[in-house]
């Protein structure tokens, strides 16, 4: 089989104490048919929730053994599947109180004020990284990816734009070395360690954050880098596609509370199209030219993710250097998509790149395909 990875999306199946329900969970994974999977986005600490409602956390046991009870079942219905738990924390980008950040301020998007990380912050952060590790490790996982992309805050320290710091952690890599050792150190091998890395369209560069990995690869830490693109500053740089404007205005609450109702029909006419003509539009395999630059630098092991959506574009991907090649919207359209793959190795994915999925995800339903009943 294909070396595929059902890359990480946020599935809004949790309820308000960040437990995941077994009931939602099992089903989704269970009918992947990628052999290896990645959760979506799980905070490992409470200031570390991004603005979801719904969103899973692994900082306390009662998660840690709701994620057990779920990793069982998905293995009873698929053996051999390979199972990753994504950690992350969202520093700045969040609506929820007390926000930290490497250096303060607010995203332009969710202009939510962070305080600047303390020393102490910064030990305490990666310490919940290693303990979420621990837990991920006992719940049954056969590894975590910790997210340093999309703006979260172990891409805010990789950014020299929401990194202004002047102490040892204003060194790029600095603070993503720290949580890799640490949770290496409480999930040593055979569990393995992933990160998820990638530029952004203003301040970090394909150039600069292969700079700032180059001695975590020296170091034995990127087990594999699986590369993405963006912010959530500009989050359709990062899912290129449409932009369902009437489901954007009904479900996303910052959007809600930004363009009142009555404005809603001069908003979508005026100023809509000013706002998407920012983005970068959608074009196959958009973040390879990335992985492959990345790869030659480092020496690490790749995944890429970004607009795979036929059989001949993964071969065509791992022929020029990717280890591996993930998709996330392909996987919530079909499911099957990689058994599929196994019966035609040309096959096309019926993904419509719409992104209803990823626009829905900001409200309370759990994320799925909108094109399928």
Not at 169 to 187: C, K, N, Q, T
Request: proline share 9%.
């Amino acid at each position: 089989m294909l070396p595929l990875i059902r890359s990480a999306t946020l599935e809004n199946f949790a309820d308000a104490d960040g437990v995941p329900d077994p009931a939602l969970a099992v089903p989704l994974y269970a009918a992947l048919s990628a052999p290896t999977v990645v959760t979506g986005f799980v905070a490992v600490s409470p200031d570390g929730r991004a603005m979801q409602p719904r969103q899973a956390g692994l900082w306390n046991d009662a998660q840690r053994d709701a994620w057990g009870g779920i990793v069982s079942e998905v293995r009873r219905a698929r053996p051999g599947v390979r199972l990753l738990a994504q950690l992350a924390h969202a520093g700045l980008q969040t609506t929820r109180p007390g926000a930290i950040s490497p250096s303060g301020g607010r995203s332009p998007y969710f202009r939510n004020p962070s305080r600047t990380m303390s020393p102490d912050d910064i030990r305490r952060v990666v310490s919940d990284f290693a303990a979420a590790a621990t837990r991920a490790r006992t719940a049954g996982f056969d590894g975590v990816q910790v997210h340093a992309a999309h703006g979260y805050l172990a891409h805010q320290f990789l950014s020299p734009a929401t990194n202004r710091r002047r102490d040892e952690w204003g060194e790029p890599g600095r603070f993503l070395a720290d949580v890799l050792r640490a949770v290496r150190a409480a999930a040593p091998p055979p569990f393995a360690v992933w990160i998820k890395a990638g530029p952004d369209a203003t301040a970090l560069s394909a150039e600069r954050l292969a700079d700032a990995l180059v001695p975590l690869a020296a170091e034995g830490l990127l087990d594999l880098v699986e590369v993405s693109f963006g912010t959530m500053d500009r989050a359709l740089d990062i899912f290129r596609g449409g932009c369902p404007l009437d489901l954007l205005l009904h479900e996303n609450p910052l959007y809600r509370r930004r363009v009142p109702r009555a404005l809603a029909p001069l908003w979508r006419k005026l100023a809509a199209p000013l706002v998407l003509r920012r983005f970068r539009p959608f074009s196959p395999c958009y973040n390879l030219d990335a992985a492959l630059a990345i790869k030659r630098r480092t020496g690490a092991r790749v995944a890429v993710v970004g607009g795979f959506r036929s059989g001949e574009e993964i071969s065509a991907a791992l022929a020029a250097g990717a280890d591996a090649v993930s998709l996330c919207r392909p996987f919530l359209r079909e499911p099957g998509f990689a058994d599929r793959l196994a019966r035609d190795p040309a096959a096309r994915s019926r993904c419509a790149s719409c992104n209803r999925c990823a626009i829905a995800c900001d409200g309370d339903e759990p994320t799925r395909c909108h094109l399928v009943p």
